[in-house]
């Protein structure tokens, strides 16, 4: 991760401090200085430090976070992950917006991770999709990354999928994909969503790049995986959980897909603790 | 919900689509019109309808939401809740975005309504946090009101809330609440964060708006409510689920706030099905 | 102030700055460095050197401010307050922007200091409004504040005020507090500006917190004092001047409010002079 | 004025509206519509009625004011200067926004008149200058010329000013002016600031477009006069009051210029009131 | 093109009107409209009349353009290529932006047509790049696929290519591609600049996408080709121009990509002439 | 060149990182820096150091350039320009956006200073125009005055240019003027384009300070300067290009202005090359 990314940590701190932070502003010196730990209340990933400390660093150019760890480590509850170092006011104003980021980023990593180590040993990847939350898919999909997954693509501009409703408009696979071929970037992949055997023909005679078999039971997914061999990639997709992995980590596929691994994860416990002013 | 939320969706927008959607401009025709359902896979709260639509108004000034549903109506599996009519570029371009808020927001909805539930018969209300997803505030603090829960403070900016290391960095909570007293604007209530029955006694004594009883367990909540009486509002919180609110709802307090109103919301499975070419 | 307010001067000075500052471009080499003096040329209360600092720091990152003085200092005709140096170019093309808002600021804290101390020794609060110049109020409330005032609300989202159409539109006091008690944040206080002895009644009737007495005469400001004693906060407002705080100060009130305070502040006059180059 | 300044008053109304305009929402049905007054409380000259008008525009596309006034009228107390018509709550949100910005407005070109008057029959021209109201200056400078005044140059990228800083930093009037001449527009003059008639003797040998006589007592002004003849044109600028234009108005001069005309200004008293809801 | 471009016309002409066109304002009044012809004066290709008509409707919602040209078509010196309709200031104001823009895009496709013409019957396609001018590329990337090129990468998000650089700095092909493998996202092909054969080999036993020939001499392309047969598409790069095509068209090769398609553009004679005051 | 022409190069480094440059992150660690050359692959007029400058600086603060040339400068075909010091990231993000400004200024400043010195040796000086890229012109106009141009208007708030069109809607030449006079800021000069004899005599009865011959042969320019004389200052326009310019230098004429300074500038040929990693 890296960009402009700032940009949405500003915006996050404007929404949190429409004009000033009264309460810290009110009792606390412009230059006193200080710290505070950053401790672990449950057990996880961590994922997000670098948007944590850029947060207090924008109020607080001269912060610093004094810590071994790094996004990907497996914490503990009660474990001090880290200290963060600077003016008292940046770390009170800042606190509330850098842990939203940072629990819920590490949410994500450790709910990733879980799926993911279903995976471990099997060739099939598990990769995300674009069910991320508004004005936060850069975070999130950093955080799947960092839980093990893959990253399908970003958003409408840097990948080519076609859905039914493409295909509908289009009047079929074929005219669809020969359009798309015209528009498209000639660096990216065309990616087909098939619902039948029939659509995955199609997409076979048009040398269609990933398959994407949508909601299909075991049986039909093995039949398609036998008619499209080597011939395209093949991502599976549709009611993904730890159970269903299992069943599908040896399959001749390449991909799953899980869009809960970015709607439903539940931020990590984490919180600033033990203030020392300097 | 009013005011300049628009801003945001059009940055979520821009998050989707940072040149352009090519897998839609290259197979449907600028002009063409049509019909798409919106339908429910799952039981819940709908929450949203407006940033949803509003999502496809930025794309198609022309577009229409047909239904007869409303923010705060429970929906169930397999029902129509309306029908997108406009575009179809927009429809297709904006579906993922405007899915992305409505699910969101109708999954902190239904989680709201099922905790305040619990309440539906005290005098006690429940309240959100400033724990909210960032850069999505307004829609998730839209979301709890809509579930039944009231709203606490915005932001750092329209509510004062000493916490310990206010109290640490002003002396004593009498300094720190005579500090903010000059600071703050003068329609503003002050809260104190109390986490022993001293502090609610220095806090009755600075004759302080509304006293948080932080992690305290109940009997030390019940001591609390006797020595304050009527002299200030009562909000307790820490670790609050549905168990531990029909244990409280009957105690003397006011409020009862819980983060997990907006952190561990599941996304409410919807979708956009039976697309229509007029 | 904190918070984001550099995004104001920073729109500031491409206003006055819309290509580049052709005079000083043109006879002043981009490294040139030097010093120039801030001097007062009317006796007043200094008010907004952080803004006029910081106006010249957005031009040049090396700007230095030499000075004793402070906000709310009362400086007079003559005295130098202090000494700017850093890139010439920065010091020319920042000039008049950085006075602008110092000027303006230290005009309305002399005003309001004028105001503020003929409630010197009692126990009546002078309050600003919201009547601030668009785009300026962070600085204005702040220069109030500086004067010797209290802030009343900041804007139409931190604090609730119910007036006459308000009251139209719901119907009654009553029902315009009932709604509104459930709509605004827990943290906030309700005010409603009466007009009439009955409307105090109803007011106190539904448990307001701050009673604004508008546009009264004095007996019967003095009548809804005695109505409404020690039940809510009392707030005069309307036409308020130097003559009427001294015959209100001792009354039974919390606030005197004036929009005059914003609207009618004469800049102070102050210069740079002296230039030095190094 | 046209160009971008709406930029200007979505600004202002986020300013005022942080989240949501809590007291009206919760009390104004979002589709009731109505009509209010705008009402003059003091004589004077209104100006502004476009930037008034656009600022409740933002808020409800169908929104209308009904009235026969135009900027530059002479309005009276007690006069319904116009009805503006559109939904509650934006007729309640916008409305002080509105008036913040008419007010002001009409305040400079009411104190601009005055001024203005005493040149009636004078070849002179009243000018204004730069020291106006940060992110205000679009407002203030079209105010200043409703109420009779020129527009002396808009910005530091629009016309060329050397002040005794640039003609140090340069060396003399002769390099400042030569190296200026390469350095601007050629559709642009050259103004120099002259202090003395040695300075102006210098201007004339180089050629200088507009001489501003600054601080100069009447008699010095004569010989400066005298000195120029018709080879240049002349602005006085310094402690401009209407007795000084008075003294000055006959003089063989073009222009005078007052930075009171935008900085003293104390806004117009103007109001809404009799709202009917329809 | 869609999603969002219009804040680049917006800041074009932001660029352009800082304050406001005084020229226009002082001499048409703000109702008055009328048509103006748009006329070609060289022959060329069209290419922008949806951004040189945005232009004009970001500045008169009422503006109209009647034409029955449309994007790629081939005009001549003299044609009228159709009549603007709506205020004059509008198109006074908005011409040069809006020519500005459609004469550059209309240069690149007329240029680009001159290339791509060339190889109309050759199974190679000519593809852009990224050297396109700042703040222009979505224009620029959409009039050379009106020329009739095909898009290479849109920008460093949406495509990956590993040039000698990222080899380098990676240690190896085989190494920088596994990096980028796990990195990337799955809906993207991989593409190698290489400079030798032996980086071509390296590049197929790593099973790379697009194998980039990087100036080469026509006969190492060919011994490439032979190398690679059809286990890569492959892109030939370097000092392109139309003999340089004509060479290569038969080249069992599938893409042929050229910066000089958007460096070298010369803008298209194109002006606004016959305006009717209606 | 200087203001906040940064915003431009933000908003051109987002355009071509919309998420983030996944080839350069993928294979290079964070931390890593190192150096890499600027080299010349053409000879001609370096121009824009600073833009190109700053856009690595605003990847990596502490990145440097080192070099002994400055805008200006004739480069020469394989001439080491200087060397970027820096993150190997920021070097390898910001190569294309940093050539894609350097190699057009360059290429604009080596166009310019081919015509410009034609004129070397005439007291005829050429000119810009506003015929420049949008989202370029504070660049592009800085490199025609690098290349020994002068810059003509900005924009359209800096510079009074009365055309055909204004003409015709004020009525006359007379009415035009004596509306523009009033409008306009009175530091700025009034040029009217003229295409006749008559309208030159027109110009000439009111005032006007530049007239434009536009599009004349020479023999009416040479009957235009006989009779404008020294009453104003006088700018060819139209059609011109270096064999024109070798006829008119000798004209008792002001300026020659023209567009294809700007519009057919092509890029000069520039390369980032020799990386090494410290």
Redesign the interface.
Known sequence: ????YKD?????????????????????A?E?AGT?DLICKEDGIICGLDVFNETFLLLDPDYEFISECKDGDFVTKGQKIGTCKGK??AL??GE??A???L??MS?IATNTRKMADVLKDSHV?L?DT?????????FEKYAT?IGGA?????????????????????GSIT??VA??R????????I?VECESLEMVQECLDNGVD?IMLDNMDNKTIMDACKLIGKKA?IEVSGNINSARLEELKDYPID?ISSGALT??G??LDLSLKN?V?L
Chains 1, 2, 3, 4, 5, 6 share one sequence.
């Open positions: 991760m890296n960009g402009f949405y940590i500003i915006s996050a701190l404007k929404e949190d401090i429409s004009s000033e932070d009264l309460s810290t502003n009110a009792v606390v412009k006193t505070v008292i006011r009170l104003s509330r917006t842990l939203n980021y629990q819920r949410g990847r990769l674009r069910k991320t939350t508004p004005n936060n898919r850069i990354r893959g990253n399908h693509r970003y958003n409408l501009s840097d990948g080519i999928m076609l859905k039914d409703n493409h295909i509908d408009a289009a005219k669809a359009q798309v015209q528009y498209m970037r000639v660096v990216q992949k990616e990933i990639l991909f709607y439903s539940v931020a203030m002013i």
